[in-house]
């Protein structure tokens, strides 16, 4: 692959999804020069923050791996530097990495305009040259072509017939279909209601919306300015908020649950 400037491919591990508050715990970029020439960083840093337990299980970085770790700001000249003028690529880099990357940068008080670089993002390029449908999982499990697509009893056919493949693929045990309900994993919202207009972060809901938004927690705002609360409940929102206002205002607040559950 010829090179006509430096490219950096990134990827970042953080305590949570929440481009606006949650922060990096390690960064990874490889530097590739038109030269051929391969450079790299690696750091972990300490978020500020505790790491969930569920980031702790994804990641394999635990909050006593960060403990004496640098802070971001502290090492943000130095990442800034290792990237220079350089075109950047990564997985998901549009949507994740460089958003949270530039809003991590620019609370350490350094500007970084990624916008005016080249972006190759891999995941961008795989979802518009892959196919990821039943036909496709058709092909790869069962080796074949699906054959009338889109009818629905040829359809249901083809995945009792994937389903059977993956069963003999990743089945144990004495009942190997019984056992791919472990693969069965529920992702729970990152938001409290159907509305969004409250999302967990860092085991607390915090407002969407408003002139609080973003900034304290729900049980902060029980003792910072109960009468928004109560403003709230009189104004244009669903039940679910309504019920979860009325509850926090009595003391009365939902236990976070981990975004990984099982069934």
């Given at each position: 692959m010829e090179l006509t400037k430096n490219l950096v491919?990134?990827?970042?591990?953080?305590?949570?999804?929440?481009?606006?508050?949650?922060?990096?715990?390690?960064?990874?970029l490889i530097k590739v020069t038109p030269a051929g020439e391969r450079i790299e960083y690696c750091k972990k840093l300490n978020p500020g923050i505790r790491i969930p337990e569920f980031i702790e299980q994804l990641t394999g970085i635990t909050n006593d791996m960060v403990k004496s770790a640098p802070l971001?700001?502290?090492?943000?000249?130095?990442?800034?530097?290792?990237l220079n003028d350089a075109d950047l690529a990564?997985?998901?880099?549009e949507r994740f990495d460089l958003p949270l990357l530039e809003r991590e940068l620019m609370e350490a008080g350094i500007r970084f305009p990624w916008r005016e670089r080249?972006?190759?993002?891999?995941?961008?390029?795989?979802?518009?040259?892959?196919?990821?449908?039943?036909?496709?999982?058709?092909?790869?499990?069962?080796?074949?072509?699906?054959?009338?697509?889109?009818?629905?009893?040829?359809?249901?056919?083809?995945?009792?017939?994937?389903?059977?493949?993956?069963?003999?693929?990743?089945?144990?045990?004495?009942?190997?279909?019984?056992?791919?309900?472990?693969?069965?994993?529920?992702?729970?919202?990152e938001f409290y209601d159907s509305e969004k207009r409250f999302r967990?972060?860092?085991?607390?809901?915090?407002?969407?919306?408003?002139k609080y938004a973003f900034k304290y927690s729900l049980d902060e705002m029980v003792k910072r300015d109960s009468k928004y609360l109560e403003w709230i409940l009189s104004a244009n929102f669903?039940?679910?908020?309504?019920?979860?206002?009325?509850?926090?205002l009595n003391g009365q607040l939902p236990e976070y649950k981990s975004t990984l559950t099982k069934p």
């Open positions: 491919i990134l990827d970042i591990e953080t305590t949570g999804t929440w481009i606006e508050r949650d922060k990096i715990i390690e960064i990874g971001f700001k502290t090492v943000a000249q130095e990442i800034v530097d290792f990564g997985f998901n880099l080249n972006i190759f993002d891999t995941q961008k390029v795989y979802h518009m040259n892959e196919k990821r449908d039943l036909s496709a999982a058709y092909k790869f499990y069962c080796e074949q072509e699906l054959k009338g697509a889109h009818s629905a009893l040829v359809d249901a056919d083809a995945t009792y017939q994937i389903l059977v493949s993956q069963a003999q693929k990743y089945g144990e045990g004495d009942h190997p279909l019984n056992s791919l309900l472990r693969f069965n994993y529920q992702v729970s919202s967990w972060w860092n085991g607390k809901l915090y407002m969407m919306f408003g669903g039940p679910e908020v309504k019920e979860l206002i009325a509850n926090a």
